[in-house]
Structure formats: C-alpha cells, structure tokens
C-alpha cells in the first residue's frame, strides 16, 4: 500500500540553526514528492516537488529537500531557521498517476525560537 | 488571479441538515480536489475530478457528493450531515505543464462543524 511517513510530530529549533523535517515513503514505481507547508488557520502552500532529475531540489523560501531512493527519504531542510518558519509541514507522494492523486503525512509542527 | 477560493470560510449545521460547499479556481486546471483535514490525520482525499463533467471517489467519499458542471468549479455537497464531519475541507486543483502534472493549490479551507 502507499503511504507516507512523518515521524515527528514537532520538531524545535533554535533560530539560526539549521532545521530538518523527515519523510519517508512507500510507493510502487517512481514517486512524485512535495511539501507543503501550512500556516495558522491557513490553506497549504506549495513548497517544492521532485519528480525527476537531481536528488537535491531547492525550492521557496530557501528550504531545500534531498530526494534517496534507497532509503526511500524526501526529507526537508533548510540552513539557518527563521521564527518565521514555524508553520506546520506536510509530506506528500503522488500515487494516482495521472490524476494526480496525493497520499499526504500527518504533518510536522516546526517550532523555531528566537 | 484569485488562484482557489472556497465559499463559505465557516458553517455550523445541526445533525441530518444539508449543505453545498463551493471550491472555484481562475487558472484554468483540469484537476480539482477536495480534502478534509483532521488533526493528527494530515489531509485525506474524499472526492476529485480530472475534468468537466468527471468525478471519482477518493480515500473517505462516504456521506458526501461532488459535481463539476463547469471547469472553474467543483462542489461538495452533505447531504445528511453528521458530527463526524466537523472537519476542515480543503479544496485544490492542479493542471499540466509540459505533459507533466503540476503541483496542487489550495483555497483557504471551511470550517464546519456539526452539531
């Protein structure tokens, strides 16, 4: 079955540090994956996506996510947290072909203190 | 562009009464979605449709119902509602860009709660 991983609930950083928030996932074929990231009562918002190419991809905001196919990761990343990172994050994986269908995470709360 | 909007932000029903959401985009995407979000439960699909006039079942379609008359728009409707529907819903849409499907956006989401 696909799924995805996220498992972390909450993850606290201090602000300047660097910040890491995991996924993993399980999907037949070749995967598209995405975060998102969603703010107080709030819609999601797009963050970045791997569908192809390189492993490292770079996306809003200055975050970035390395994509391992043997570890079956995407995790998200960024190298100096900002307070105004605290958000909660989302995981997905593309499982409907097509139609575009998202398997998503239970989400991550990033907590980053002055 | 408005990008996607959802009417209305928030709704309070009793039990057994009926309601219509209303998810409308401008970017003109083929893709449409309709989500609930629970706590703990990230997003869960409960129904989409890949074009005018199509709708498919997603992950929890039970108790709901979806129409996509014109492109621009995709509603979700309860017929009966239940508590178990206090939700957030959260409607998205996603098109194609060079033969590849595009990332999702998503409105702002509806609060409803059932009473």
């Known amino acids: 079955a696909q799924s995805v991983a996220q498992p972390e609930d909450q993850v606290n950083v201090a602000e300047g540090n660097p910040l890491t928030v995991k996924c993993t996932y399980s999907?037949?074929?070749?995967?598209?994956l995405f975060w998102y990231v969603q703010y107080p009562n709030r819609g999601l918002q797009f963050l970045l996506k791997?569908?192809?190419?390189?492993?490292l991809v770079k996306g809003s905001y200055g975050f970035e996510a390395e994509f391992n196919k043997s570890q079956t990761s995407f995790h998200l990343k960024k190298p100096s947290a900002l307070v105004s990172d605290s958000a909660l994050y989302f995981c997905?994986?593309?499982?409907?072909?097509?139609?575009?269908?998202?398997?998503f995470g239970k989400g991550t709360k990033l907590s980053v203190k002055p | 562009n408005a990008g996607v909007t959802q009417t209305p932000k928030f709704r309070v029903l009793k039990t057994g009464q009926s309601m219509t959401l209303l998810c409308a985009q401008d970017?003109?995407?083929?893709?449409m979605y309709w989500y609930r979000q629970d706590p703990g439960m990230g997003l869960r699909l409960i129904h989409y449709?890949?074009?005018?006039?199509?709708?498919a079942k997603g992950e929890v379609p039970d108790g709901y119902n979806v129409s996509r008359l014109k492109k621009q728009n995709f509603l979700l409707g309860l017929e009966s509602a239940a508590p178990s529907q206090t939700s957030v819903y959260f409607c998205?849409?996603?098109?194609?860009?060079?033969?590849?499907?595009?990332?999702?956006?998503f409105g702002p989401g509806t609060r409803l709660t059932v009473l």
């Open positions: 998205a849409s996603s098109g194609l860009k060079g033969g590849r499907l595009n990332e999702q956006f």
């Open positions: 999907v037949s074929g070749n995967p598209y």
């Open positions: 791997y569908i192809t190419g390189d492993n």
């Open positions: 997905a994986v593309n499982y409907g072909g097509s139609q575009g269908n998202l398997i």
């Open positions: 970017m003109n995407h083929e893709y």
């Open positions: 449709s890949v074009g005018e006039g199509t709708t």
